[in-house]
């Protein structure tokens, strides 16, 4: 379940996450040995990732379901330089791009974002309410962002993956990410304040 939106803003003002310490290489050099064991592992990643990245229902389980597919090609090909995750993540936004490109749509906006269903036999009724709003707000905030600015915000800030880590899922240099990173918080940021305005809200 996503991170309240109002944590994520303190967070995003804090010390950006692409100074966090990286994987260290016994982790990054762990490599699966099935796709089984991937999917077990990872699903929730992969679903969560592609949903972030502007993915919905039920294009969202094609895109999962592709995914893994793919990984199932080229698992032998997996040397273990990386995470598991990150190379998940590298799948998972060419995927999703591909889709966009194909569909000719773009994420959804903030009106039209739909609600998110946590877990009902795991909150109260009015924890789930407001889980599913804030879920909500984070996606519709998320479409607002760019491709670009997005990719790089639900790495750091919602994955919360070093900027090494980021460099290599997104095929970046390692300055260009930091940049990202800081224009893709100044963008939630300003989002986030439409949408408190909106709403009435006062801190």
Avoid at 99 to 114: N, T
Avoid at 116 to 123: F, G, K, M, S, V
């Amino acid at each position: 379940m996503p991170a309240p939106v109002t944590q994520l803003y303190m967070r995003t003002t804090a010390a950006p996450a692409a100074t966090r310490e990286p994987l260290t290489a016994p982790e990054a050099a762990l490599r699966p040995a099935s796709v089984q064991e991937v999917y077990e592992a990872h699903f929730e990643f992969v679903w969560r990732s592609a949903r972030r990245l502007g993915m919905r229902p039920p294009q969202l389980e094609d895109v999962v379901q592709e995914v893994f597919m793919v990984v199932q090609r080229r698992l032998p090909d997996f040397e273990g330089r990386s995470s598991v995750r990150t190379w998940l993540f590298s799948i998972t936004r060419h995927v999703v791009r591909g889709h966009f490109r194909q569909s000719a749509r773009r994420p959804l906006s903030l009106s039209e974002a739909s609600l998110e269903a946590p877990d009902p036999a795991a909150l109260c009724p009015e924890t789930q309410l407001m889980a599913r709003e804030d879920a909500d707000l984070l996606h519709a905030l998320l479409s607002e962002l760019s491709d670009d600015q997005r990719e790089v915000f639900v790495l750091a800030q919602l994955e919360e993956l070093s900027g090494p880590e980021i460099a290599q899922a997104l095929e970046l240099p390692l300055r260009s990410v930091y940049g990202r990173i800081v224009a893709a918080q100044k963008a939630f940021e300003k989002g986030l304040r439409r949408a408190r305005a909106r709403a009435g809200w006062r801190p």
